[in-house]
């Protein structure tokens, strides 16, 4: 029988014999006595199989206990990685197997070990949504303000993830909301472009800034549009967020959204009609959500600059549709600020809501 051989970013950790063989499918089989036979046999338990994952860590991924201790007992290291550079202890946090925490830092296992990409367990258990994970590693010490290659906090994982309950562990252990990455994303932007609308009003209940500092490129609006987030666009609007805002690059809400329109466009070229219209129905919508910031514009601003928000190839239709829109906003404008109060004045959804009743 011929028998593979594989390494990991320990080392050179072969599988040279058949016993390693049997030991990789009894671990993945979830065959405890096949296990241990396997082991007494001779088999290396920190043997990798062809995807590169270590007996170790799929032990953690499932998390078997019994299969972790008795590799623990037979010289699997704690602390050893598979091929991205993730220890067993990252994957615990990623799929909160709090039972596995005690044996694999008794045997050693690093709290602050980093992946390839330099995400640490903490950042794993953010990534998860994964509060009491979360909240054990804290109190074991964690930095809630650590970054990884990409700058990125814990806070920003589980904004991605959209889990409230892991944001406000971390906030309470002291990071912060509004800190950005290497590409100017905080965690309010994260949220948005992923579409979590309770995260990104429960960030801003809580100090979030919805307009970023001049230097920062993408702001959560832009995030969101880049996106397609429209119900968070929307909401970001109407809290306040400035259409206005520029990097300097071009990169603004009007380019992120027709950036995504083209994008989109791209990507279903080598579809069906059917398909294709359904994209133009969702580009309208973006479109008319896009002109919405608008009304959000300085009232001495209004008619400078608008129809630059199409294309100049725009059909003459879609023109005349925003020159009513124009002319539909400066009305508006007037009869709601008749002393000649911003027109550009923003309503929260709650002063509405009071306003209204």
Same mark, same amino acid.
């Given at each position: 029988? %011929?028998?593979?051989?594989?390494?990991?970013?320990?080392?050179?950790?072969?599988?040279?014999?058949?016993?390693?063989? #049997?030991?990789?499918?009894?671990?993945?089989?979830?065959?405890?006595?096949?296990?241990?036979? *396997? =082991?007494?046999?001779?088999?290396?338990?920190?043997?990798?199989?062809?995807?590169?994952?270590?007996?170790?860590?799929?032990?953690?991924?499932?998390?078997?206990?019994?299969?972790?201790?008795?590799?623990?007992?037979?010289?699997?290291?704690?602390?050893?990685?598979?091929?991205?550079?993730?220890?067993?202890?990252?994957?615990?946090?990623?799929? @909160?197997?709090?039972? =596995?925490?005690?044996?694999?830092?008794?045997?050693?296992?690093?709290?602050?070990?980093?992946?390839?990409?330099?995400?640490?367990?903490?950042?794993?258990? *953010?990534?998860?949504?994964?509060?009491?994970?979360?909240?054990?590693?804290?109190?074991?010490?964690? @930095?809630?303000?650590?970054?990884?290659?990409?700058?990125?906090?814990?806070?920003?994982?589980? *904004?991605?993830?959209?889990?409230?309950? %892991?944001?406000?562990?971390?906030?309470?252990?002291?990071?912060?909301?509004?800190?950005?990455? +290497?590409?100017?994303?905080?965690?309010?932007?994260?949220?948005?472009?992923?579409?979590?609308?309770?995260?990104?009003?429960?960030?801003?209940?809580?100090?979030?800034?919805?307009?970023?500092?001049?230097?920062?490129?993408?702001?959560? !609006?832009?995030?969101?549009?880049?996106?397609?987030?429209?119900?968070?666009?929307?909401?970001?609007?109407?809290?306040?967020?400035?259409?206005?805002?520029?990097?300097?690059?071009?990169?603004?809400?009007?380019?992120?959204? !027709?950036?995504?329109?083209?994008?989109?466009?791209?990507?279903?070229?080598?579809?069906?009609?059917?398909?294709?219209?359904?994209?133009?129905?969702?580009?309208?919508?973006?479109?008319?959500?896009?002109?919405?910031?608008?009304?959000?514009? #300085?009232?001495?601003?209004?008619?400078?600059?608008?129809?630059?928000?199409?294309?100049?190839?725009?059909?003459?239709?879609?023109?005349?549709?925003?020159?009513?829109?124009?002319?539909?906003?400066?009305?508006?404008?007037?009869?709601?600020?008749?002393?000649?109060?911003?027109?550009?004045?923003?309503?929260? +959804?709650?002063?509405?809501?009071?306003?209204?009743?």
């Amino acid at each position: 029988m %011929t028998v593979p051989t594989n390494s990991g970013i320990n080392g050179s950790v072969k599988i040279n014999n058949e016993n390693d063989m #049997d030991l990789i499918d009894a671990v993945e089989n979830g065959n405890l006595s096949a296990a241990i036979q *396997a =082991l007494s046999d001779g088999a290396n338990p920190s043997c990798l199989n062809e995807d590169g994952q270590g007996m170790l860590h799929i032990a953690t991924l499932h998390g078997e206990l019994d299969f972790v201790n008795i590799l623990l007992i037979a010289g699997a290291r704690p602390d050893e990685r598979n091929e991205q550079g993730e220890t067993p202890l990252h994957l615990a946090a990623m799929r @909160d197997h709090l039972h =596995l925490f005690e044996p694999l830092l008794e045997r050693g296992a690093c709290l602050s070990s980093l992946c390839s990409q330099g995400g640490s367990p903490l950042h794993f258990a *953010a990534l998860g949504g994964n509060s009491a994970s979360t909240e054990v590693l804290l109190a074991m010490g964690c @930095d809630p303000q650590c970054e990884d290659a990409q700058g990125q906090t814990p806070l920003h994982l589980a *904004a991605i993830a959209g889990c409230v309950n %892991t944001a406000k562990l971390l906030i309470k252990a002291g990071a912060a909301v509004d800190s950005p990455d +290497k590409q100017g994303c905080t965690p309010l932007a994260c949220a948005c472009m992923m579409g979590h609308l309770a995260l990104v009003n429960w960030f801003f209940q809580n100090g979030a800034s919805v307009n970023a500092p001049p230097l920062v490129m993408f702001t959560p !609006l832009v995030m969101a549009a880049c996106t397609g987030q429209t119900e968070v666009m929307d909401w970001l609007l109407d809290a306040g967020a400035d259409p206005r805002h520029s990097h300097g690059d071009g990169c603004d809400f009007k380019n992120a959204v !027709l950036l995504a329109h083209d994008e989109l466009w791209a990507w279903t070229k080598e579809l069906q009609w059917e398909d294709q219209l359904e994209f133009r129905k969702a580009e309208h919508e973006q479109r008319n959500l896009a002109l919405k910031g608008v009304k959000h514009i #300085d009232g001495r601003r209004l008619q400078l600059g608008i129809l630059g928000m199409l294309d100049s190839s725009a059909a003459e239709p879609v023109k005349l549709e925003v020159q009513k829109l124009i002319d539909r906003i400066s009305l508006n404008a007037r009869l709601d600020n008749p002393s000649g109060r911003n027109a550009g004045a923003v309503k929260t +959804k709650k002063s509405r809501k009071n306003t209204e009743g």
